[in-house]
């Protein structure tokens, strides 16, 4: 329970001011330019005078409100780059980006990812590396190097279970917890700000935290105020929470599905959560249904135990190929590529996904599932072979890229990113 003696109902204060009133009450340690929002108890206000937001408690609200689990969610910020930085500490502050070889503004591949400094530049992950080029030719650019990256995720995956009754990781650099010792909101606090201080002093590295009482709402406050944010969304704020934020922001809900919705005049979470749920299942099918709950904030499956679930290669030619038969090759050696690694590990896959993208970068991905889980390298390649098939009808070819998930493995082993990598 947080109590903020001394603060007057509906004073004005700002950011700073809050964190030096609960460095007072609770003698927390911060984490350099953290941030805290208590969505909770605040609520986001401007006046003319002060164009920095200002925040003002609204008393009365419960901090301990709490019914079912506290979940956490953990993002690392600008991963790589962040892993990038702290092996060379003279780049700190500057702009940097990982990813494919620029060549000078020649390169073919992509963006891994940048540090915010570049994104200031209008770069980010997935663009391709001639065109951050272009906007800007100063930063530094780095090559990916996964093993650093997969040592490092191992080791906080590690931190984030020794403060977890339960730790799902998802990604290279995300997981989401139920942290242990945390009976209500108010707990959630400084229990959040240990696992961001402890991140920073074991490997030099921030991290975004999101609570919240589900798992898709833990996500979206992660990413409310990156980077090294923390936002805590109780059960009581969760509706006023989402309303406001574009559709785009729920998991699974990407450019294309935003377009549609926002052809029917629904742009935000909380138009979406009045929508009727039929109209949503006439237009999506099941996942009609299944946004309509996420934007009620409630997650729709169990969380999924074990580490990473899908594993994937691609690979951007040096020309753009027209030879449909070096385009299979390319992509039946990248499935080769990934059976071995889960050969390796005894772990069988149901979804192939394969990805093209054109010379006109226009990019689509197509999967197959299989009936049942499979290990079988030649019904892999026969797969791969099928997809191909369909996609390859005339342009020429840019990039290709295979993706095997939905594993059969044994949920008694601890599989970490590191044994996919
Ligand atoms: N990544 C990648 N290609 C992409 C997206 C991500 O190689 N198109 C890699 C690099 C990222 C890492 O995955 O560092 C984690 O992805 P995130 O989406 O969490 O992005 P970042 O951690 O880089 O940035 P953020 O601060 O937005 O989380
Ligand atoms: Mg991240």
Request: with cysteine.
């Amino acid at each position: 329970m947080f109590d903020y003696p001394g603060i007057p109902d509906h004073q004005i204060i700002t950011p700073s001011l809050l964190r030096a009133y609960h460095h007072r009450s609770t003698n927390n340690t911060f984490i350099p330019n953290g941030k805290t929002i208590y969505v909770a108890v605040l609520l986001r206000y401007s006046t003319r005078e002060s164009p920095e937001p200002t925040f003002t408690i609204r008393k009365g609200t419960h901090m301990t409100e709490q019914s079912g689990p506290i979940f956490f969610h953990v993002d690392m910020d600008s991963f790589y780059a962040s892993v990038e930085i702290r092996e060379r500490p003279l780049l700190a502050g500057k702009p940097v980006v990982v990813g494919a070889d620029p060549e000078g503004g020649q390169g073919r591949g992509v963006v891994s990812t940048c540090s915010y400094e570049a994104r200031s530049f209008g770069i980010h992950s997935g663009m391709p590396i001639s065109q951050a080029y272009r906007l800007c030719p100063y930063a530094t650019y780095l090559p990916v190097r996964m093993p650093l990256y997969s040592q490092v995720s191992g080791n906080i995956m590690a931190l984030l279970n020794r403060h977890s009754t339960e730790c799902w990781q998802v990604s290279i650099d995300e997981a989401y917890l139920v942290p242990s010792g945390v009976d209500d909101y108010g707990a959630a606090l400084p229990v959040a700000e240990k696992i961001q201080h402890d991140v920073v002093a074991a490997e030099g590295i921030t991290c975004s935290i999101g609570v919240g009482p589900s798992r898709v709402v833990a996500k979206i406050a992660s990413g409310y105020q990156k980077p090294a944010g923390l936002t805590i969304v109780t059960p009581g704020e969760t509706a006023r929470f989402l309303a406001p934020l574009p559709v785009g922001k729920i998991p699974g809900i990407g450019g294309k599905t935003a377009a549609e919705l926002q052809i029917a005049g629904i742009e935000t979470i909380g138009q979406l959560a009045e929508c009727d749920v039929q109209q949503l299942m006439e237009w999506f099918g099941r996942w009609g249904i299944a946004m309509h709950e996420l934007s009620l904030g409630r997650d729709i499956r169990p969380p999924r135990q074990g580490g990473q679930k899908s594993l994937g290669r691609e690979v951007t030619f040096a020309e753009d190929l027209d030879d449909r038969e070096q385009v299979c090759t390319a992509a039946t050696d990248l499935a080769g590529i990934l059976h071995e690694h889960l050969a390796a590990r005894s772990l069988r896959f149901r979804t192939v996904t394969l990805k093209v993208r054109f010379a006109n970068f226009r990019t689509i991905t197509r999967a197959f599932s299989f009936p049942r889980f499979t290990d079988d390298p030649g019904a892999l390649q026969q797969a791969v072979r099928m997809l191909l098939d369909a996609v390859l009808t005339g342009p020429k070819v840019r990039l290709v890229g295979i993706r095997l998930s939905a594993f059969d493995c044994d949920e008694s082993r601890q599989t970490t990113i590191g044994d996919y990598l």
